[in-house]
């Protein structure tokens, strides 16, 4: 099975301020079509994940502009340009490349 | 408005059985490929597994941690998709999220317990 690790485990913003949140997987996640198969979500307490990030660098939609993923390979990096109040909860990388798909421990972010 | 909703959660002793469901709307169910996801109190989200479509015979893959005890079905006239757990651990304890992940679309989450 593929490891997703991230870091930090924790995080704690404050509003205004950059933040960024690093994912490596134990294999490369670039598949043989060309497209690498990172993703990353955002929980909230008492609700399902919602995508955020889609093959490593695209945006979702709806997902505001403030947030951008970039990596490749195995290293991979959610940044967000000016925290909000919003984004608090729990980050998570997930690897599509093959099956068991696997998550990252989660990150939580805390204003 | 596309949406799933997941129903049949509920408390079960160590060794039983449960089944899920998972009533889909709003989009093309029959085309899907429908994942499983749980998530124990607390915890990070695991990947159980998916089925496919008709198209690709309805294949299944499994978690190695559910693979042997628990059974994805679909019922595509019903635009349902079904999780059976047998023999059911403690450790199987969570909520159990179904979910299209192409276009971000989960269940509420139905939440099962396994506990004597």
């Known amino acids: 099975d593929i490891v997703m690790t991230q870091t930090p485990l924790s995080l704690s913003v404050t509003p205004g301020q950059p933040a960024s949140i690093s994912c490596k997987s134990s294999?490369?996640?670039?598949?043989?079509?060309?497209?690498?198969?990172l993703y990353w979500y955002l929980q909230k307490p008492g609700q399902p994940p919602r995508l955020l990030m889609y093959?490593?660098?695209n945006r979702f939609s709806g997902v505001p502009d403030r947030f951008s993923g970039s990596g490749s390979g195995t290293d991979f990096t959610l940044k967000i340009s000016r925290v909000e109040a919003e984004d608090v909860g729990i980050y998570y990388c997930?690897?599509?490349?093959?099956?068991?798909?696997?998550f990252g421990q989660g990150t939580k972010v805390e204003i | 408005e596309m949406q799933l909703v997941e129903s049949g959660g509920g408390l079960v002793q160590p060794g039983g059985s449960l089944k899920l469901s998972c009533a889909a709307s709003?989009?093309?169910?029959?085309?899907?490929?429908m994942h499983w996801v749980r998530q124990a109190s607390g915890k990070g989200l695991e990947w159980v597994g998916r089925?496919?479509?008709?198209?690709?015979?309805?294949?299944?893959t499994y978690a190695a941690s559910v693979k042997g005890r628990f059974t994805f079905s679909r019922d595509d006239s019903k635009n349902t998709a079904y999780l059976q757990m047998n023999s059911l651990k403690t450790e199987d304890t969570a909520v159990y999220y179904c979910?299209?992940?192409?276009?971000?679309?989960w269940g509420q989450g139905a939440l099962v317990t396994v506990s004597s």
């Open positions: 979910t299209r992940p192409d276009y971000d679309l």
């Open positions: 709003g989009f093309t169910f029959s085309d899907s490929v």
């Open positions: 089925i496919r479509s008709k198209a690709d015979n309805y294949a299944t």
């Open positions: 294999q490369s996640l670039l598949h043989s079509v060309g497209k690498t198969f």
């Open positions: 093959e490593v660098s």
């Open positions: 997930m690897q599509a490349i093959q099956p068991p798909w696997t």
